[in-house]
Every structure is written in C-alpha cells, then in structure tokens.
C-alpha cells in the first residue's frame, strides 16, 4: 500500500510517480481512504512541478479505473463521435453541432456538464427547453442515439467519481490551472463516455481558462496525446474566446440561437466554428470523408431542412418541446446604447458573462438556482461599426434594476476605437 | 469575509498575504470553517513561494489568537526564561539545563512537546521518571515555579490550538519543510507560552530538520526576527546534530544521563552543550550577566551540588521520584563490538534514532506505547580510536530479537576509519 505523504513529497521535489501509484492514489481517493486534503497539496505540488506525458496518462487511466465505462460501439455497432469545449461564454457549439451530424447519418453522443461562474453549461441551456430530460440511463442513451441519432446528457455518477470529487477539491484550492489536470480530467470523461472519436475545442482568451495560445496548445497536445494513447481518434480546434461567441450569452436565449443558426440565420462567427466543427466530426467519423465532401454535408443539412428536423427529432426523443415559441422569455429587454460612435475594438468575454450570470443566466454557487430565460444578446460585434446611441446589445431581465446594473457591466466591457480592430478568425488552428 | 480560495491563489501565483488576511485564515481554521483542504494546498503554496518576513510575523501573531496566552511576567513578577530545540537525536539538553538555571535563581519555565519518528520528546524522557506529571494547569505551572524554581509541562490544548492542528496536517501533506512555517509554528508556541528571554537550539545536520547549515542559519535568523518583533530576547545555538548527541538515546537513559551530567559526570560533547546553553539563559535573565560571569555561575552550580539539589526539588514538585534507582531499566543489555579497528569517523543520528525507536524508545505513529527503558548507548563517539572487537555501544532491548534487529541498524550508523576525522564542535555559532 501506498503512503500518499511519500508521493506528494516526491512530486513536490520533482520526482516522477508510478502508473501503479497514481492508481492507488486515486482509488483509494475515491473510495474516501485517501483524505482530501492529501491530494490538495498533492494537486499544489503538481501545479508547481507539472506532469509528465507518462504520469497524465497514468493518472486519466487511474480516474477512469474509480467508476464504469460505456462501451458506445458495442451497443450501437457504429463509431460514436463526440464534441467537447473547455467552456467559453455564448458556447452553444454542440446544441447546433449534434444535429447537423446527426443528420449526416452520425451517431452523436455527449456527456456534458453545468456551468459554474461566468462560463455556461450545455446542460443548463438544454434544460431551459421545457420538458427536456438530462439524466438518462446509459441503456436510455444507448436506445436514443439509436432511435433519433443523437444524444446529450448529464454525466452519470458512476462516470469517473474521482474527477468528480478532485474537481469540485480544485476549484477551492486554486488548482484548477493545470493542464496536465484539466487534460486528464476531460479525457478521462470522454473515454469512460464511450466515444471513438472526439473533436475539442479548445477555447483561448479572456473568456477562456487558458488566457495565451501557447497555453491551450499545450493544453491541446496534451489532449491528443491522451486520445491517441487510449486508442480514440481526436481532433482539436484552436478557437477564439476573447468576445463572446454568436451573440447570445444565456440559456434560453443561446438555444434559439443555435436553432437559428440550423435555419442558416447564425452570427457570422458562430456560424464559422459550426462548420468547422461539423466538418471535422464528419472527417473523424466512419462515414471516411474528406474534408471538402465533409464540408459539403455540413452545408447541405444546413440547406435542406435535415439539420432543423434532427435537431427536433433530438429534442422531441430527450422529452423536450422543439417548438422555439415553448422556450421562455424575460419580462423585460432593455437597449443599451452604443455611448459614442466608432469601431468595437473589444467586447470582453469575462464581463459579459459576469453580467449575464449576475442576470441569474449562471451560478455562484453550485446550489443556485438558474434563471434560463434571461442574459445578453451582442447585437453588435467586434468589428462592427457603430454610430451613436445605436443599441449594443440587449439585456434580458428579471427587473430594472438587474438590467440597469448588467448594462453598467456591459459598458465596460464594450471597447470603442475610430480604427476598426485587426479581423481575426474563431478558428485559430486545427491540431490532429 | 475572505475567501481563502483566494488568498491560496495569491501565494501560489507569488504575491503577499496581508496581516488581517493571515488572521482571518488562521482564526477560520481554528473555528473550524475553514477546512484542512484550504489550508493544505496552502501550505503547499508556501513552500514553494516561500513567506516574507511580514507574512511570517503576521501568521506567527495569527496562530497566537487562536488561543490563550500565558503572562508569567505578571504571575511571578519575574522575568522567566525558556529554551527550545528544533529536535535531534539524544537532546536531553532541557532537563539538565533546566535546574541549573534554576540552581542560580533563575525562574525557568518551558511547555515541550511528545516525539515522533526517530527524535525523542522531552515530555516523553520525563515521563520515564515514575510519578511525573506532564500536565499541569497554567496555575499549578505558575505556582510550581514560585516554589521550585522551574517547570517543564506539556502544553496545554488553549495554546495556538490553530498549530496543532495545522503541524498535524502538514505532516501528512509534506508540507512541514518550509523554515517560515517552521519557525512561526515553534515561535508562536514560545510566545504564547510567556517566556521572555528564549534560547533556542537550533539543530543541523543528518538528525535534525535542517540538514545544512545554511538552512539552520535561515530558520534561526527568521526566528530571531520574530521573537524580537514580538518583543522578547531570543539567542540561537546553532548546533551540530550529525551524530547522536551525548551518549544515550532512549527514554530513562538519557534522563540518567541528564542526572549525571548534573553530577559533572556528563560526556564531552553534552557537557559543552548544557554549557553554551545555561550560560546563554543566565546572560538574558533579570541577572543580567556578562558571558563570563554567567559561564562561572554554571559551573559553581555544577560543582556545589545546587543542580542536583534544583532537579530534585523541580522532579518532586511535579510529582515524580528525582531517585535514579527509581528510573525503569531493560532486561537485556547487548553490546555491539566494533568489527576492525579504527577511529570512528561518523555516527549516523538518524540510525541510531531509528534503532531506539525500532526497539520501542519512540513512536512511529501518534497513538504508539513508548517503552521508557530500552534505547541504545554510544559507549563510542565521533573521534574515539577502538580496537577491533570493542563495545562500540549498548543496546538496553526488551528482547533479543529487538536487540538483535537494533544491532544490524547500528552497525550500519558507525563508520571506520584509519585516519581520525577533522575535529567539530557541538557549538557551532550563537546568533544573537
């Protein structure tokens, strides 16, 4: 048996740890043998001296090994892919995805999760359509992918516990920034979730956790590398978090973009990382194509209907209301107005999701509860040329008072310039 | 409110904690509200940022309001002093320097600690001595000072509960090797205890904490500083502890030889310690003497029979048996000859620490027995030419496997050599 001090004290002084150690550590961790605090320090001592490839990959299986896997191509006979994103604000990317590949002919399957702070959760977007179910059996999971093609739901509890736990421990000891941590605690979800293929989105900027390019490349070789040596096919696209993305940053708002976009009415920008991703997850599937043909799939479910029709399929199967007239809306939506006339040069993704989530569109807590009717709508975006007084978004609220106070913190985040800013793309890079 | 999550953040990312919030996480963790988590990854933190000397003092002051202080300034209208050792191998320094203070009119009045691993407690040694009592109240501590001239007593619970608490988990978080938390946790302890003039002894080499002298160095200095700020008179014996210190390591062997050295009986290298230290105690008591003067005062005490007399009336008056007939002995005494000739050019402490504690003299977990009469004695130390075959040490077991087992582990503490190694002091620098 292993003494955890002696291991935190040999990370802590650089040494390496044993594939065999760091199961111990964190089966033990999750059966409750191993304290919290031990891996506290254990995840500071990391934070300072890092992993190596060999210890992140050890260290997903460990978490892997703590609860049950999903056998997705067993039970379903095809290759599953899935979609992931570090968590931006205004990410709706795999509500409009899904469909679109479903559509295609491709089973999609994703675990998703809940927002906390100024990043949203897929499955609290997902909620705000009334009736729509998250919890679902894997057998449940299993017979919808099959039945409507698609499927999001909520994690089971019985899906890698440690990454539950150890989560929930980093984000209050300041060990969340890592990225051989957070590398391991994504994939080690999407691997026990069953897909064989998977496309991230790894999201870099102020709205993102990893703030430089350098940073989610590392972020991003790390997870390839994690993939491939677990057998699955990953793809990841390097993609713009420094504005929001689309124009709606709140649950019930973000979902009738999403259903826009499969209407062709997207934002340029959403639009943009939409057919990359679709396209990408279409290359990676065993439909085998190519990238234009992939292209070309993507455009077509988009044009003829297919992609609205999966979409309501999807939602329909999952026990939600597809009809955009059922989501819910905020009483009120005031205008703020642009306060001088000139170029959007920044619109600051923090702030704006700060405001939306102080709207009630997220939570402070784990225990908030989420109002899904509310948030933000970026009417104008960075590069758009304002004149003044001409409205820069819109607030969706509760009160005037909570509208009065998100537009003082959409006015900061609003940056105006006579010059219009350097066009710069969502995708920044594709790694495979 | 702070949000320790924070404070965690800071300290990892390099910058300064202010005093108020040093106190709220101290005093929230002593209350309970803050849990080990928190307070593991922040030490984590620390050791690798390390403290300033303002965090240190602000921590140090922090750890002190958890609980209650003792004024022995106002108690006995006197002022007391105290002396400390970061802990070695065969330190009985206490127990003899102790009543020769007190020999010479001196009130000295010391809380101490229990030992865990391979270095000894001195409430541990003096329990040994059938009838002694460790635990005193604050009131019967005061009055057995008034009367006998000094107490030795372990510390009560009220007295920086947050650093019990806190050395408890750094213990298991390998977090203890950090000298600001170190000496905030000795200091705070001190402090709080009432003493006014303080003599530490601060340990380097292969049995103490600090293995280098430029480590010792740096822990004695920050001590110095905070015992100043707080406004006491702090000396530091910065002292050898690559080979065991005296010659007995074990429980009631080392109070024999205590006793003895009382006697003027004592072995070279204890002997020159008990001196430095009492004659540093003199210099900072409300005697207020100049070096050799103090030094005079030790050694009349030592020739006159008044320490013997003073350890006799402190023993008695807190309850024990001051005979050393009374002390408990081992029923197996083995000796472990030398196997060539040769000068012993080391004498691993750390060895012989674990060997006394392999044979019962120690605890290897907190709820350990200790067996007060086993433990080894180094008949041979550092220097001494032996010829082959020569008792190199005793062995005082409870059976012959114990003794034999000790024997093994001893043999590969004692290194020979043909040439005499370079002469060391015990001594190695006062910082004052």
Known sequence: MIRPVELIERKRDGGELRAQELEELMLGYARGEIPDYQLAAFCMAVFFRGLTSAETYALMEAMIKTGETVDLRSALGRKV??????????????????????????????????????????????????????????????????????????????????DKRLYALR??????????????????????????????????GDGAFMKSEADARMLAQTMLELGRDAGREVVCLLTDMDQPLGRAVGNALEIREAIATLRGEGPPDFVELVLAAGTRLLMVSDLGLDEPDARTRVLQALADGSAVEAYERWVHAQGGDPDEAALPTAPLVRELPAPRAGYIAEIGAVRVGQAALHLGAGRQTKDDEIDHAVGVVCLCKRGDRVAEGEPLCEIHARSEEGAASAARELEAAYVLADEPPAESPVVLDVLA
């Open 81 to 162: 892919v899935d979609k992931h994103s570090t968590g931006g604000v205004g990410d709706k990317t795999s509500i409009a995805v899904g469909p679109i590949v479903a559509a295609c002919g491709v089973p999609f399957a994703k675990m998703s999760g809940r927002g906390l702070g100024h990043t949203g959760g897929t499955l609290d977007k997902l909620e705000s359509i009334p009736g729509f179910r998250v919890e679902l059996s894997t057998d449940e999971l299993i017979a919808q992918v099959q039945a409507a093609g698609m499927a999001i739901v909520g994690a089971t509890a019985d899906l890698v516990p440690a």
């Open 171 to 204: 984000d209050v000891t300041a060990t969340v920034d890592n990225y051989s941590l957070i590398a391991a605690s994504i994939m080690s979800k999407k691997i026990a979730g069953g897909a064989e293929a998977i496309v991230l989105d790894v999201k870099v």
